[in-house]
């Protein structure tokens, strides 16, 4: 496996990008969620593209612009289209046995791979899409309360906090209150336009989910939870830090590109 950097332009721009190369024909790409770099948190991308090379997928993460070592303006993964599409185009003219692409995303990534429909890919792999609207970025939604609270009434300590009085009270009552609310009949917002990215996508497509993360249980909570294309991970937390959750992550990322390239 061979590991190299290089720049390719995005709408007058150049941006920093890594591939780790091999020999399928079938690669994937990677973007980045938030202001992360393509290295990713505690370097995680960075170890998942070395491991899906060696396993025989070539691997392209970038930096969007205005992060990391890109040129250009940061205007957020809502605006980040055009960065993916030329990205994609980078790996094609980069890689050119390549004949179908993978998109992977965590976050808010996985949301703009969704918002754009997946234009240009044959399989996406979603983890934790962020769901939330900005003036609604605080609250969370009542699947998300209601897990947190079954964690605590299972924790000893937790429960003798309670029990001898060094619990707030007004707060708890309120959390309470937003377990108690009904989840949407149907998604709104940011989620809704989510769903209809995805409606709009012909390739293949599974959602994965950190058990123990709030993003992807507001996910969850905006979602047909008969969805079959649904994974999750029960003791994950948001960037599969957990070695049995890197596990994981790397198993359903080739299975994707697997059942993708078998086709």
């Known amino acids: 496996m061979t590991r190299r950097h290089f720049t390719f332009v995005c709408e007058g721009v150049e941006l920093a990008a890594t591939i780790d190369e091999a020999l399928g024909d079938t690669a994937l790409l990677i973007v980045s969620g938030g202001n992360e770099t393509r290295a990713g948190a505690w370097n995680s991308q960075a170890l998942l593209a070395a491991r899906v090379a060696a396993a025989g997928y070539p691997v392209l993460r970038f930096d969007r612009r205005g992060v990391g070592d890109s040129e250009g303006d940061n205007r957020g993964f809502r605006a980040s289209a055009p960065d993916i599409a030329a990205a994609l185009s980078a790996l ?18 996985a949301s703009a791979l969704m918002l754009s429909g997946g234009t240009g890919f044959d399989g996406l792999v979603l983890s934790n899409p962020w769901t939330f609207d900005e003036d609604a970025a605080g609250e969370a939604p009542a699947e998300v309360v209601r897990d947190h609270y079954r964690r605590r009434l299972a924790d000893p300590a937790a429960l003798k906090r309670l029990l001898t009085g060094k619990v707030a009270i007004v707060p708890l009552l309120r959390s309470l209150v937003a377990a108690a609310r009904p989840a949407p009949a149907v998604p709104k917002g940011l989620a809704a336009d989510i769903a209809a990215g995805v409606a709009a996508f012909p390739g293949t497509m599974r959602f994965l ?40 992550l790397f198993g359903q990322v080739v299975e994707s590109l697997q059942a993708l390239a078998s086709r």
């Open 92 to 109: 094609r003219a980069e890689c050119p046995h390549v004949s179908r692409v993978v998109g992977f995303g965590n976050c808010d990534a």
């Open 209 to 248: 989910i950190a058990g123990r993360d709030r993003t992807g249980l507001a996910f969850v909570a905006t979602w047909d939870k008969r969805d079959t294309r649904l994974r999750t991970c029960a003791d994950a937390t948001h960037s599969y830090v957990e070695p049995d959750a890197q596990e994981w």
